[in-house]
């Protein structure tokens, strides 16, 4: 089993900043994806932004330019500085990891999420 634990997430102005943190345990050889999500009310789950084993990010396009992705690989953990948040950008972050088990088998593991809230 994989654990994920996440923080950071709160109450800020528009134009203001967060980071969020997520850190994995468990059962885990090796984490091939490490991402950030979020839902708001009444809308569908949307990837936020993702980062590889290999450093390759990828950013929804309404993000690009204000949030940042970064991995520590010896923490098992994955950051996400947003900058200049929008109040667009309220909604539950939802910290998610894929790779391998201990056991050799793939996984995809979410934390229970954490909420942003951007005010006008």
């Known amino acids: 089993q994989v654990q994920l634990v996440e923080s950071g997430g709160g109450l800020v102005q528009a134009g203001g900043s967060l980071r969020l943190s997520c850190t994995a345990s468990g059962s885990i050889l090796s984490i091939r994806f490490m991402g950030w999500y979020r839902q708001a009310p009444g809308k569908q789950r949307e990837l936020v932004a993702v980062i590889n084993s290999d450093g390759v990010t990828n950013y929804a396009g309404s993000v690009k330019g204000r949030f940042s992705i970064s991995r520590d690989n010896a923490k098992k953990s994955v950051s996400m500085q947003m900058n200049s948040l929008k109040p667009e950008d309220t909604a539950v972050y939802y910290c998610?990891?894929?790779?391998?088990?201990?056991?050799?088998?793939?996984?995809?593991?979410w934390g229970q999420g954490t909420q942003v809230t951007v005010s006008s």
């Open positions: 998610n990891v894929e790779g391998i088990t201990t056991f050799y088998a793939n996984y995809n593991y």
